[in-house]
């Protein structure tokens, strides 16, 4: 197959849907498929990407909100040129901003397949950057956007019901994966978390993610603060974002920030900790929590549409009922009250990662792909794909 992959995010960008997006070209590389990648500029310099892949790059504008996403501009007719030169026979349009729409117009004006996928709960984001009159219009155009492709990928059985209810048409579930040889309890280095100031006795509490206002930091680091004195506790913060100063000058000594990482350090990192946290009420899925669990750590968050779906409640981690700082804080006393239970329930978190491959997800992706190809029936529908 030739696929276009149009994207507003991807290496060297470090995020949830970056490294998915990733791991989906790199799956379908490997099948022997042609890939064509329409994405932003960066400054950052680039590995080379796989054999198969080709990349075509746009220079853009960053959002004042958000200086790490680019925007790229460009025409619908460049990218009509682009997408015949290439002989794309499917268009896959990851994102919805500029150059998504752009590419949107484009395909239909060459009657290219176009699937579409939904990362991302952008008007529920802009509550966090004062912006909330906006959600209304966003929901909007998202529903007339994605009502255009033929079919729209989501990450999770809960998301995908909050788009039916929204109006969106045609919605399959597009799990996500972890690779649990990478992201493994074996890590886990004693010397590493001694260095970082840890001590034996003391629980390690672990973020990982963007520093940003869509997170719900402000809600974790209020929480942390009102943990039991009974059940000593650290938190360590991989990542960095907007609100990355202002979370340094307000937390004390027990915070270890380490900024962003990746590769064999993130591995390592996130061994050492005891329980991930994750206190976001608008993330679809939340990679970052499967990476936890498959490093043995269990994971923690809201019962909200996308993380109930990666936490099974009381076996790999804990659903909390309601967001609130105090609610928050309660479940995290209980869990690491319990050390035992603790440690059973990380074992049973990595059991459940090493069921979550990557390979096994991205197939049911190329699947679909394949069912929407001109010309003669070949499609195979797989639970879970389904619309």
Same mark, same amino acid.
Request: glycine content about 10%.
């Given at each position: 197959m030739r696929i276009t992959l149009v994207t507003e995010t991807y290496f060297p960008q470090i995020n949830g849907v970056s490294r998915t997006l990733?791991?989906?070209?790199?799956?379908?590389?490997?099948?022997?498929?042609?890939?064509?990648?329409?994405?932003?500029?960066?400054?950052?310099?680039?590995?080379?990407?796989?054999?198969?892949?080709?990349?075509?790059?746009?220079?853009?504008?960053?959002?004042?909100?958000?200086?790490?996403?680019?925007?790229?501009?460009?025409?619908?007719?460049?990218?009509?040129?682009?997408?015949?030169?290439?002989?794309?026979?499917?268009?896959?349009?990851?994102?919805?901003?500029?150059?998504? $729409?752009?590419?949107?117009?484009?395909?239909?004006?060459?009657?290219?397949?176009?699937?579409?996928?939904? +990362?991302?709960?952008?008007?529920?984001?802009?509550?966090?950057?004062?912006?909330? $009159?906006?959600e209304p219009p966003a929901w909007r155009y998202l529903r007339w956007f994605h009502n255009r492709t033929l079919q729209t990928f989501c990450p999770t059985p809960s998301i995908r019901s909050l788009l039916l209810d929204r109006g969106f048409k045609n919605v399959g579930v597009w799990g996500r994966g972890v690779d649990s040889d990478h992201f493994h309890p074996s890590q886990r280095d004693e010397a590493l978390r001694l260095s970082l100031g840890f001590l034996p006795q003391e629980t390690v509490l672990v973020y990982l993610g963007r520093l940003a206002a869509e997170k719900n930091l402000q809600m974790l680091f209020d929480a942390f603060d009102r943990l039991s004195a009974d059940n000593p506790c650290r938190l360590l913060v991989i990542g960095d974002g907007p609100l990355g100063d202002r979370l340094h000058k307000k937390a004390d000594q027990r915070v270890i920030f380490v900024g962003y990482q990746r590769g064999i350090e993130l591995a390592r990192l996130l061994a050492v900790g005891d329980l991930l946290v994750f206190p976001s009420l608008t993330d679809t899925f939340g990679n970052v929590m499967l990476e936890g669990m498959a490093s043995g750590l269990p994971a923690i968050g809201f019962d909200v549409p996308g993380p109930k779906d990666v936490i099974m409640d009381g076996q790999t981690g804990n659903v909390v009922p309601h967001a609130t700082?105090?609610?928050?804080?309660?479940?995290?006393?209980?869990?690491?009250?319990?050390?035992?239970?603790?440690?059973?329930?990380?074992?049973?978190?990595?059991?459940?990662?090493?069921?979550?491959? $990557?390979?096994?997800?991205?197939?049911?992706?190329?699947?679909?792909?394949?069912? +929407?190809?001109?010309?003669?029936?070949?499609?195979?529908?797989?639970?879970?794909?389904?619309?």
């Open positions: 990733e791991k989906l070209v790199g799956h379908c590389s490997d099948r022997g498929d042609q890939i064509q990648l329409l994405v932003p500029r960066y400054d950052q310099s680039l590995k080379e990407d796989s054999a198969g892949v080709e990349r075509t790059d746009f220079r853009g504008f960053s959002l004042p909100c958000y200086r790490e996403v680019a925007l790229p501009l460009t025409t619908p007719v460049r990218i009509r040129r682009e997408l015949s030169r290439f002989g794309s026979q499917l268009v896959h349009i990851a994102t919805e901003g500029p150059l998504g $729409w752009v590419a949107l117009r484009a395909a239909r004006s060459l009657g290219l397949p176009i699937v579409s996928s939904y +990362h991302t709960n952008f008007p529920q984001y802009l509550a966090g950057y004062r912006l909330g $009159w906006l700082v105090a609610d928050l804080a309660l479940a995290i006393d209980r869990m690491v009250g319990d050390q035992d239970e603790l440690r059973k329930m990380g074992q049973q978190a990595r059991r459940h990662a090493e069921g979550q491959s $990557w390979p096994r997800i991205m197939e049911g992706v190329r699947e679909q792909y394949e069912c +929407h190809m001109p010309g003669p029936e070949r499609c195979r529908r797989r639970p879970g794909y389904a619309d």
